[in-house]
């Protein structure tokens, strides 16, 4: 291989290293994890190769339903990014990030094992959620909110164990309001309504 071969090899190597992420949730294993609990860079490699996102304080980290810190990722961890970018930016904003391995049950013969008390993921009523998008609430009722995207209204119901989180952090239903803008997370359940999984709001404090 010659010199500038190589030099070309390691140039496109250092540039998919530093691939923003796009808009919208992102798998793969997480390659790295560098900077504090309170902001930092991760760099994950999914079927693309490799790319990366911004974190801050605001960004959900998630392991096994139960939030964590951003250093309690290792490298080799299977996860999935909820990647957005701030409005007149092009950097990669990790709204969510969650390791989406399970710990094995463990089984006594005799015993039946315990119930689950924490929320079901969202790959357990839909392909993982995959419908996303982003708009303001113009109707919040308790079982049904309408947002209003460029494309016109979207109806969705809210299921029990939908998921809220305001800047963020976890909140209750009652903090989402009207003229909110909010990013939502959803499926179609099997009758073919659409359903609300997890519904995001607040401001992003990440990297410029």
Known sequence: MSWKTACCFLLAVAVQAQSPMPVGIVRGKLVSSIGTNRAGE??????????????????YFEREF?????????????VEVLADRRPGSTACYAR????????PQLYVPG???????????TEAFAPRGD?????RVVSREPRQLTVMTHAGEIHLVLRPDTRYAGD??????????????????AGRDVDGFLEAYQIMWGEMTGPQ
Do not use: W
């Open 168 to 185: 963020g952090l976890s909140a209750d239903a009652s903090s989402l309001k009207v003229n909110t803008h909010v990013f939502v997370r």
């Open 131 to 135: 419908f996303m998008f982003g708009g």
């Open 66 to 78: 139960e939030m964590i810190h951003a250093n309690a990722l290792a490298p080799g961890d299977p």
């Open 42 to 59: 991760i760099t994950v490699r999914g079927a693309d190769g490799l790319a990366s996102c911004n974190y801050d304080a605001r960004t």
């Open 111 to 121: 015993v039946r094992p315990p119930l689950r008390t924490a929320p079901s993921p």
């Open 96 to 103: 969510t990030v969650q390791v989406t391995n399970r710990r």
